[in-house]
């Protein structure tokens, strides 16, 4: 009886810790590369409101950080709510480049004539 017991606390110990696990790795950090032609982003009315305010309201994004020397968006995400793939069309949508995914040209048209090439 005493080893039926053990053994059933040892397993219930390994199913909570499992869980506990698994439920850390839902929060992800990415670096995503894009091309930013200013030195102002992140204080621009236009852009910095986008990556700021707009992008932090998609579903599962956390935290966002604009480098503009290293060209880098750095993104922290529940994955259990977006995806990678998610926040950089969201990201091309707002008119830059997100890793192999192209910037909406529209959305591109609309940036402020400092951050165009």
Do not use: W
């Not at 995503?32 to 994004?61: M, P, Q, S, W, Y």
């Amino acid at each position: 009886m005493k080893t039926l017991l053990k053994s059933l606390l040892l397993f219930i110990g390994m199913i909570a810790f499992s869980n506990t696990a698994f439920a850390q790795k839902t929060i992800q950090t990415a670096v995503i590369k894009t091309v930013i032609h200013c030195d102002h982003c992140k204080a621009c009315e236009t852009c910095g409101e986008k990556f700021n305010k707009t992008l932090l309201r998609e579903k599962g994004i956390q935290m966002v950080e604009l480098d503009e020397k290293e060209m880098t968006i750095k993104v922290v995400f529940n994955s259990k709510k977006t995806t990678l793939n998610s926040i950089k069309t969201a990201i091309s949508k707002f008119g830059y480049d997100a890793d192999e995914i192209k910037a909406d040209p529209v959305a591109y048209e609309g940036l402020d004539n400092c951050c165009k090439a």
